[in-house]
């Protein structure tokens, strides 16, 4: 059975005790802030002038802005809470993604052997589309015409001359063109293994193999491997 690794798991458990924390000391500070706020009050109407008392109506709104405040620091604890264990729970259901071929505009780790498969997405009325490959320093290694299609490619990772391209990260895009001008330049989305998931600032990310990251958010197909 595949499980998340123990850093995403730990994460997640810190993650969580760390929101609820928060919520359990809003509660006392709430408490002390409103003691703090009846001493000034009571100060308030003890020092006040006889020839010209406070208002009844002024004590209200001012009962009453506090009762707010008060409220939205709760609303903001509980939403706090409810995000954290969001987020937990998304953890728990990339658990069988770990181990599968994810689709995203990521790059791909070539081994030296095994095709890369990619998705390209041609712009509309294209008549000619070039794939052009960049490796982990984002120098351009190869740049070759595919047909104008949507149609899954494998790209082999082999030079014009038959070589093979060392194993690493390389990433793709795709030209399009009409009448040879250019209309679009739009990043390929590859395949790549999920190694590990874990609870990034924004949220759920997958690590692929290789090291490549992407939010599990911009994953748009899974498939066995």
């Known amino acids: 059975m595949t499980t998340i690794p123990a850093?995403?798991?730990?994460?997640?458990?810190?993650a969580s005790s760390n929101a609820e924390k928060p919520a359990k000391?809003?509660?006392?500070?709430?408490?002390?802030?409103?003691?703090?706020f009846l001493t000034m009050l009571t100060v308030q109407m003890k020092n006040q002038d006889p020839l010209n008392p406070i208002e009844s109506t002024d004590y209200a709104v001012q009962l009453a802005t506090f009762s707010g405040v008060e409220q939205q620091v709760k609303t903001n604890d509980l939403i706090a809470n409810l995000a954290t264990h969001m987020n937990a729970s998304g953890m728990s259901g990339l658990a069988g993604w770990v181990g599968m071929e994810a689709r995203a505009a990521a790059p791909a780790w070539f081994d030296g052997a095994e095709p890369v498969s990619l998705a390209p997405k041609p712009a509309t009325g294209a008549d000619q589309v070039v794939l052009v490959v960049r490796d982990a320093d984002g120098t351009e290694v190869s740049r070759e015409a595919i047909a104008p299609t949507s149609d899954p490619l494998q790209w082999s990772g082999t030079t014009a001359n038959g070589?093979?391209?060392?194993?690493?990260?390389?990433?793709?895009?795709?030209?399009?063109?009409k009448d040879e001008t250019l209309?679009?330049?739009?990043?390929v989305e590859t395949y790549g293994r999920v190694t590990e998931a874990q609870l990034g600032a924004s949220g759920p990310e997958l690590i692929l193999q290789g090291g490549a990251r992407v939010m599990a958010s911009e994953v748009s197909a899974l498939r066995e491997a």
């Open 7 to 14: 850093t995403g798991a730990s994460q997640s458990t810190s």
């Open 25 to 36: 000391e809003a509660t006392p500070q709430i408490s002390a802030d409103f003691e703090t």
């Open 163 to 177: 070589d093979s391209f060392p194993a690493g990260l390389y990433s793709f895009s795709l030209e399009s063109y």
């Open 183 to 187: 209309l679009s330049t739009k990043t």
